[in-house]
């Protein structure tokens, strides 16, 4: 009798340690959130680049120097056209143009009218404050405010595209009012042809 309760005790601390065990691996799994998507604008990829057209001739390499001169040119102008596009901030919870904001696209379209051929990406962003479902939502809404509002500028909206990165991407890395100020905003990429 006794070495049957023994017994008894035994199997039940095994199996107590094994649930435990089995417990705790459950537990400890990590979980991975998978961002569902609800209709936010995908990410504008570049345009693939034509490929190049040069001749292979042994006795004028001048000609493939002149191709690789204008592929520079052309990408100096999208950078140049990156540095002077000005980004634009929102108030608060908000995706309402401000003054401030309208005047700048104003500038912002003259710029991108000058280079015919560029395309444009307008990314939205917002502060860390919110869901990351809610913060996608408005930093679309705000950069989709940006583009219509370009659009009346005369900019042809098939030389536009949005995105949004929530919070994702900061601006400043702080957490006070200053920070979120910057973090709120719509900054415009020029992409190469």
Known sequence: MEKERTMERGSA?????????????GGCAKNEMVKKDEGIAPAASA?????LKTEVVKEQPVKQAKVAESTMGENQKTEE???ALAKIYFDFDSYKLSEAARS????????????????VRIEGNCDERGSDEYNLALGEKRAKAAME?????GIPAERLSVISYGKEKPADPGHDEVA??????????????
């Open 13 to 25: 601390r095994v199996f107590l340690v094994l649930s435990c065990v089995m417990f705790m691996a």
């Open 47 to 51: 345009p693939a680049k034509a490929p």
């Open 81 to 83: 056209l990156k540095s």
């Open 104 to 119: 700048n696209l104003v500038k912002d379209a003259e710029l991108i009218k000058k280079d015919s051929a560029e395309k």
């Open 149 to 153: 509002y370009m659009v009346t500028l």
């Open 180 to 193: 979120w100020a910057k973090n709120r905003r719509d900054e415009f990429v020029a992409l190469s042809k």
